[in-house]
């Protein structure tokens, strides 16, 4: 699959996958004209073109996974402006990248959902991670590590390179799972999914971890009761709103692979995200769950977990975590990614026109 792609000179390129990307011109400033109506001078019009990348993270194939997009350059954009981008995208998370404000750091990064700031979010730092390889923004080496500044700290991600291209990216957290405390009604869980109580999987208890964003993990017994969950968003908000951890991860096990693989769904309303196709915070988190289980084994732990399916975007997200003396010790979340597409977006100066309107 190929994709056309016109940048604001009027040129245009073919670029295919794993193919070396070109970068567009830079797009000047400009001065627009306003209305005869408006008594707002020109000058709140003036235009600056921002480049942004978009890429589908935890997957390796265009239309998969998880919904990027990445502001390399975000120098000089205010908290309310990158705000406003975010909720245009109106994906999952939205990354902006400023240069490092520590001797360790990389990039700093800052995570938007559509209505708020993260301190912490897995598929946009694997994300980034990608588009940074990709553009030739830090050096390409076969394996690298970079580290992200984020809310929650540095953020270690190692890429992995094939040539000249990014094949796989991981984070390691920096914030080892803590739990949650709260305590939840199954009754009430279940109303919220839409489920009977006696849907859950027994003696797998609903708890609450967070490796800096916190996630309810709720495990279920099959792929059929997770395919038939539907949030009722009037209970989740009188239920569960105003709880500390009030993102669901509702999870299956794989009964061929029960000890190393999953199936899952997220919900974040409270983010402003009905439904995740594919969430590597939440997936660091699920390590202090799976940890503490019986069944996990002292050392290295792998598993898989495909999440995204329901929302036609299959997602493969690998998760790992050292447990040494019942303790988890060390937790890595990583995947593939590929590119979508790049372009400019032009970004008022001043106000918007969203503020203008309303002063008039």
């Known amino acids: 699959m ?7 000179d009027g040129q245009s390129e073919f670029q295919a996958w794993g193919e070396t990307v070109r970068l567009v011109g830079t797009c000047t400033q400009k ?5 005869q109506e408006s008594s707002v001078t020109a000058s709140a019009w003036r235009r600056e073109c921002q480049s942004y990348y978009t890429a589908d993270v935890f997957s390796d194939r265009i239309f998969g996974g998880n919904p990027l997009a990445v502001f390399p350059e975000a120098s000089g954009l205010t908290h309310t402006q990158m705000q ?30 559509p209505s708020t700031e993260l301190p912490f979010a897995g598929h946009p730092t694997v994300g980034t991670a990608y588009i940074l390889a990709l553009i030739g923004a830090i050096p390409p080496h076969q394996e690298t590590t970079i580290y992200l500044e984020e809310g929650v700290g540095l953020v270690p991600v190692k890429i992995l390179m094939d040539g000249e291209k990014p094949v796989y990216s ?7 799972p803590e739990l949650v405390t709260d305590t939840y009604a199954l009754d009430d869980l279940a109303a919220i999914l839409s489920l009977s109580v006696a849907d859950f999987l027994p003696g797998y208890p609903p708890r609450a971890f967070s490796c800096g964003l916190p996630f309810l993990f709720i495990p279920v017994r099959n ?10 968003l ?14 669901l991860f509702v999870c299956c096990f794989d009964p061929e692979s029960p000890q190393s693989r999953l199936y899952g ?53 690998q998760l790992k975590f050292q447990k040494n003396n019942r303790s988890i010790t060390e937790v890595s979340v990583g995947g593939a990614s590929v590119l979508v597409c790049q372009g400019k977006m032009i970004i008022p100066d001043g106000e918007t026109k969203s503020d203008i309107n309303r002063s008039l």
């Not at 909720?87 to 990039?107: L, Y």
């Not at 991981?170 to 080892?176: D, F, G, I, M, Y």
């Not at 009037?234 to 993102?247: C, D, H, R, T, V």
């Not at 409270?270 to 084994?297: F, I, K, N």
């Open 84 to 113: 406003k981008i975010a909720a245009e995208f109106n994906f999952s998370e939205t990354v902006f990248v400023f240069p490092p404000e520590t001797p360790q750091g990389t990039k700093k990064v800052r995570i938007f959902t």
């Open 234 to 247: 009037s209970l989740w908000s009188s239920l569960l709103g105003q709880s500390p951890a009030n993102s």
């Open 170 to 176: 991981e984070l390691k957290v920096a914030q080892l």
């Open 223 to 232: 792929r059929d009761v997770l395919g038939k969950i539907k949030l009722n």
């Open 265 to 317: 769904r997220m919900f974040a309303p409270g983010l402003g995200v009905m439904e995740d196709p594919a969430t590597g915070s939440a997936v660091a988190a699920l390590a202090g769950y799976l940890g503490g289980l019986e069944s996990s084994r002292e050392g290295m732990n792998q598993w898989t977990i495909i999440q995204g399916v329901e929302m036609g975007r299959p997602s493969t997200i």
């Open 31 to 35: 001065r627009v004209s306003v209305n």
């Open 2 to 8: 190929r994709i056309l792609s016109t940048n604001t």
